[in-house]
């Protein structure tokens, strides 16, 4: 058999995987590192807009990474920051640290459905969830932005704690970004979260703008990731309770 026609057999069988175009997604995004400067920008059901400046560090492989985020401005939350251990088998761990107080507090289980800091993001969504935490169905393809995609269903697997009981993503089929995410409690829509300015940065397909909206409350939030690099050197030790307290 030909080497063109094994990989030609490889995209269709492929293809018809939910599963597996997920991973595919997750093994083209990995990084040793990522860094990126972040603005906020929170509009409100009446048109209110509310800015917020963040800087995330990340390391470690999806799923089994660590990340810090640290608001920068404006000044009642600067200096605020949250650690997040992601887990392949279970729910984040998740501590916020607030200067104020001068102590860091465990962000429970049964908080994770609520914002983070006035965003339309929840503290579940700011985690990461490895591939085999998820049963997966192909509902067919569509587009999103003139873009093919596949669109994949996702439920948590039983005994997987999630506010959502289930997910619709959208993966471009030439980058296996995800272009689009909307979030089901039920059979209610919860979240749509929108992937825009799609670059490739250092052979990262990478969404620069990320758009997430609040169905109930009419409210949404504009991420804008600047300054975004892989790959830098970074420490085991800065990803810690002690590092979250500098």
């Known amino acids: 058999m030909s080497r063109l026609l094994v990989l030609a057999l490889s995209a269709v069988l492929l293809a018809q995987d939910p599963r597996q175009i997920?991973?595919?997604?997750?093994?083209?995004?990995?990084?040793?590192?990522?860094?990126?400067?972040?603005?906020?920008?929170?509009?409100?059901?009446?048109?209110k807009v509310t800015t917020k400046r963040w800087i995330s560090e990340r390391i470690g492989s999806f799923g089994e990474s660590k990340a810090v985020l640290r608001f920068t401005a404006p000044a009642e939350v600067k200096g605020v920051a949250l650690l997040v251990v992601n887990h392949p088998d279970r729910s984040s761990d998740q501590w916020m640290w607030t200067p104020a107080t001068g102590r860091e507090r465990r962000i429970a289980l049964q908080d994770r459905s609520t914002r983070f800091f006035g965003t339309d993001f929840s503290f579940e969504d700011l985690e990461e969830?490895?591939?085999d935490q998820f049963d997966y169905k192909l509902l067919g393809e569509e587009s999103i932005d003139g873009a093919p995609c596949w669109k994949i269903e996702y439920r948590p697997k039983r005994g997987k704690t999630s506010q959502y009981t289930s997910s619709l993503a959208w993966v471009r089929k030439d980058h296996y970004v995800a272009a689009q995410v909307e979030s089901f409690s039920q059979d209610q829509l919860v979240r749509r979260l929108k992937f825009q300015q799609i670059e490739d940065i250092q052979n990262i397909w990478t969404a620069r703008l990320l758009e997430m909206s609040d169905i109930k409350r009419k409210s949404r939030t504009v991420m804008k990731l600047e300054k975004l690099e892989y790959n830098l050197p970074m420490k085991e030790e800065d990803f810690s309770l002690a590092a979250l307290r500098r």
């Open 22 to 47: 997920v991973a595919e997604s997750q093994k083209r995004a990995r990084a040793r590192s990522q860094r990126y400067e972040g603005v906020l920008e929170v509009i409100d059901s009446g048109g």
């Open 129 to 131: 969830r490895d591939v």
